[in-house]
């Protein structure tokens, strides 16, 4: 029975309306921390989370607005495309049934994780009590009764817990809302709920149900590690700086533009960077790495001191290790994560914050500048590559037109606050070298776990965020194909997002890939199956409508007909999605075979050793000599 200090409360109400009371606190910022939650119910969660979402929405509706999805994984997706937007201090939760409904969340939890994005994650469970065993939908292993499918959800997650008592639900939902809001722990958080213990009762203290505020950590560098780092800059010759997504959570933007500025050295950014500084900036050379452009990777191969801030150093950011050249090359790593600090052996980290790290630089080598040959060079490479780039965006009055023009006319058209979404295929790549970002927010592509069918709802995720701005969704037909029901959701509820559903009829990108490791695009194209061969090599397309689909959701679908004019006709479409109020999807024909400017990067994706196809044979001679480049790059 409840006290007057205690609430009586099934689980399920106790969570839902903790979370409604969380705050995050990031200086002068504060904002709810979960401000709403999805749900797809089931029998795992309709009487426990779905009941208390219903119960709070009859007293206050507002507290903790249920969102409806079609999918689980997009559920996810949403959430971290707002986190995203809303700088890691906001997301979304969201709950699921028992065993498909939760399977259903673990890719959205990998790419939450590998984006350290925030994720709340309320998988449902079976029975704690096992009372009937085994329910519908549970997985049995017989080695360990006690393993459910969301035992699963346990490598990729930051934290995770089950909730097998009701008197368990406080310890484990402040333990998620610490990970949730710490910059260095945040991701994927995971709490799963058996059915039965969601709707027990338990007497709830009216303390665990007030308001309460998560301060984001911004730590300040150490003297001693900024004084090293310091040293190393002032005597570097050639100096070049990675900004990654560490920038744009911390919000340090203004700082890297104007220690750039104060000092003239050049910025190259990874995917998650983009937005860092503006495309015509004069220290901006573009993306770097294996999808860099040639002004970024140029400079980055000759650089003697290379300057990390807030990247993760994926694969693509060094190009498989052969983007830095230089044998004395020296890494001083900025970020909040040790983790990533001490990556490539590097004797500089700088355990901090990057807006903190970025304003004791600037005061620490105020003297500082580059020299004036360098300069001349960052000013040359930086206008060399922006004409490669104007070439590349002119119509070329082909039927099926190349993906870069594409891109050039939707660049040509958006506003400077428009938002562009991608992350798999061919896209993420030309958008890295081309796309001419023209705000901190506006550059959106996921390519931390680069996850097809994440677009559209992670779009979806980016206007809840941000109502006031255009959110163009760049999508091939293989994304697309994976992950597209989530268009349902943007008109029930009136969210207008515009697509942009580039027709390849097939894989462009791992066609491409296909053809530099020697495996001839096989298995890449979308046609009918040749009952001769049993293989998908031949001509015939397959009569599937993609514009029809859009069409039968509710969307206004504009296509444009493969024509010399397709390229104007894409720009009028455009023109007219940015005036309508409701979601409209473009689709376009393209020739996949119409490549961007080549950028000198590399990617080391292994060729066959030995095979009996002579193309095979072929890639495998190149793929030796371009990993003679790889360094181990220990500095």
Avoid at 124 to 149: C, G, K, N, W
Avoid at 166 to 174: C, G, N, R, V
Avoid at 600 to 615: C, F
């Amino acid at each position: 029975m409840s006290t007057p200090n205690t609430k009586r409360m099934t689980v399920g109400q106790a969570l839902v309306e903790f979370l409604a009371n969380q705050w995050t606190v990031d200086g002068d910022v504060r904002e709810r921390t979960i401000p709403g939650m999805f749900g797809i119910f089931g029998h795992g969660n309709v009487a426990g989370v779905g009941q208390a979402l219903k119960q709070l929405h009859d007293t206050d509706p507002g507290l903790m607005p249920y969102l409806q999805a079609r999918n689980e994984q997009a559920m996810v997706h949403e959430s971290v495309g707002f986190a995203r937007m809303h700088r890691r201090r906001a997301t979304y939760a969201s709950t699921a049934s028992v065993g498909p409904g939760a399977a259903n969340m673990l890719t959205g939890a990998a790419l939450a994780t590998t984006n350290r994005l925030p994720a709340l994650l309320l998988p449902s469970d079976t029975f704690a009590t096992r009372v009937s065993d085994p329910v519908l939908q549970q997985i049995e292993m017989p080695h360990d009764t006690s393993v459910s499918v969301n035992d699963a959800f346990r490598p990729l997650s930051r934290y995770f817990d089950r909730v097998d008592r009701p008197e368990q639900l406080f310890s484990i939902a402040l333990a998620a809302m610490r990970v949730l809001t710490d910059p260095v722990e945040t991701g994927a958080v995971t709490i799963a709920l058996p059915e039965d213990v969601q709707a027990e009762a338990l007497d709830v203290p009216l303390e665990f149900l007030q308001p309460r505020e998560w301060h984001i950590r911004r730590p300040v560098p150490e003297r001693g590690p900024l004084a090293r780092a310091v040293a190393a800059i002032a005597h570097a010759k050639r100096p070049i700086i990675i900004a990654g997504g560490g920038v744009i959570y911390s919000d340090a933007e203004q700082q890297l533009r104007a220690f750039a500025e104060a000092t003239g050295i050049p910025v190259g950014t990874s995917q998650a960077g983009g937005g860092a500084l503006d495309w015509d900036h004069p220290q901006y050379l573009g993306g770097v790495g294996a999808t860099g452009t040639l002004a970024a990777n140029h400079l980055a191969a000759e650089a003697d001191v290379v300057i990390g801030i807030g990247t993760r150093y994926s694969d693509f950011t060094t190009a498989s290790r052969t983007a830095f050249q230089d044998p004395d090359v020296t890494f001083v790593n900025i970020n909040v994560a040790s983790f990533d600090a001490y990556k490539h052996g590097s004797q500089l980290p700088v355990i901090a914050d990057a807006r903190e790290a970025l304003d004791a630089l600037a005061e620490a080598l105020a003297d500082f500048r580059v020299e004036a040959d360098y300069a001349a060079r960052i000013k040359a490479e930086k206008a060399a590559w922006d004409a490669l780039v104007d070439q590349a965006f002119e119509p070329s009055g082909l039927a099926l037109p190349g993906q870069p023009e594409i891109i050039g006319a939707i660049q040509s058209g958006s506003a400077p606050t428009d938002v562009v979404v991608q992350a798999a295929g061919s896209l993420p790549g030309d958008l890295h070298k081309l796309w001419r970002v023209r705000d901190s927010l506006g550059y959106h592509v996921e390519y931390a776990f680069s996850c097809m069918g994440y677009e559209i709802a992670g779009g979806i995720g980016v206007k809840r965020a941000a109502p006031e701005r255009d959110v163009i969704v760049m999508v091939g037909d293989g994304s697309y194909l994976m992950l597209h029901t989530e268009l349902v959701t943007a008109v029930a509820e009136g969210i207008k997002v515009i697509v942009v559903l580039i027709q390849n009829h097939g894989y462009a990108s791992i066609g491409h890939l296909s053809e530099t490791v020697g495996s001839e695009r096989f298995g890449t194209l979308y046609r009918r199956q040749d009952p001769d061969t049993l293989d998908f090599q031949g001509a015939e397309l397959l009569p599937v409508d993609l514009a029809m689909n859009a069409r039968s959701y509710g969307l206004d679908v504009i296509e444009i007909e493969p024509t010399a004019r397709a390229i104007d006709d894409l720009s009028a479409a455009l023109a007219t999605a940015k005036a309508s109020d409701t979601s409209t999807l473009i689709h376009i024909n393209s020739d996949p075979r119409v490549y961007a400017p080549d950028g000198d990067g590399w990617w080391d994706v292994p060729v066959a050793e030995v095979s009996t196809i002579p193309s095979t044979k072929a890639a495998y001679d190149d793929y030796l000599a371009e990993r003679a480049h790889q360094r181990p790059l220990l500095g």
